[in-house]
Antibody
Framework: QLVESGGGLVQPGGSLRLSCAAS????????MNWVRQAPGKGLEWVAF????????HYGDSVKGRFTISRDNAQNSLYLQMNNLRAEDTAVYYC????????????WGPGTLVTISS | SYELTQAVSVSVALGQTAKITCDGN??????VHWYQQKPGQAPEVVIN???NRPSGIPERFSGSNSGNTATLTISRAQAGDEADYYC?????????FGGGTRLTVL
């Protein structure tokens, strides 16, 4: 199970930290991703982190503003979001990855982030 | 950056076959994954690695990938198949999603 938390209403320019708690499997065995979906829009990949945090990638729209991290001992994934913009408004999903060849196999229910003044 | 193009919507008669395509430059050289998303729910993988069905996905779902087009085929379409479908590939340092196709079962 993957359960996201930390979403909410934030003013433009503000910050928010999302968390994702994993249970039922050993998080450190998997790469993880954040994927978001703006209201009524499609899926947008946000960030990737390898199992031991050695490799990290970001989507162009969040690069320099968002930071993905993980604590395998706590079976948790995080997304620190700074300098938030209205266009960051979306449901954010925590997603487990099987690998490039196999794709994303397990999604959390998502947490809603709303950026508005 | 790599782009994936999907039709906005596809309609299929109940019990017939629906084909949802995903176009990308030489996409046949990449591993394509397909996700189904029903209203108010998180996406669920229905096909990975071009044509593999994860456990629990009906045999009615199949995939193919060649040249510049990947295809998700849904045979004997049911009302419960109505959903948005997204294709996805890895582009070296990014996951890329198609814009999504809304499947309507008539």
């Amino acid at each position: 199970q993957l359960v996201e938390s930390g979403g909410g209403l934030v003013q433009p320019g503000g910050s928010l930290r999302l968390s994702c708690a994993a249970s039922g499997f050993v998080l450190e065995m998997y790469s993880m991703n954040w994927v978001r979906q703006a209201p009524g829009k499609g899926l947008e990949w946000v960030a990737f982190i390898s199992s031991q945090s050695r490799t990290i990638h970001y989507g162009d729209s969040v690069k320099g503003r968002f930071t993905i991290s993980r604590d395998n001992a706590q079976n948790s994934l995080y997304l620190q979001m700074n300098n938030l913009r209205a266009e960051d408004t979306a449901v954010y999903y925590c997603v487990r990855e099987l690998g490039i060849a196999e794709g994303l196999d397990f999604w959390g229910p998502g947490t809603l982030v709303t950026i508005s003044s | 950056s790599y782009e994936l193009t999907q039709a906005v919507s596809v309609s299929v008669a109940l019990g017939q076959t629906a084909k949802i395509t995903c176009d990308g430059n030489n996409i046949g050289r990449k591993n394509v994954h397909w996700y189904q998303q029903k209203p108010g729910q998180a996406p669920e993988v229905v096909i990975n690695t071009d044509k593999n069905r994860p456990s629990g996905i009906p045999e009615r779902f199949s995939g193919s990938n060649s040249g510049n087009t990947a295809t998700l085929t849904i045979s004997r379409a049911q009302a419960g198949d109505e959903a948005d479908y997204y294709c996805q590939v890895w582009d070296g340092s990014n996951w890329v999603f198609g814009g999504g196709t809304r499947l309507t079962v008539l």
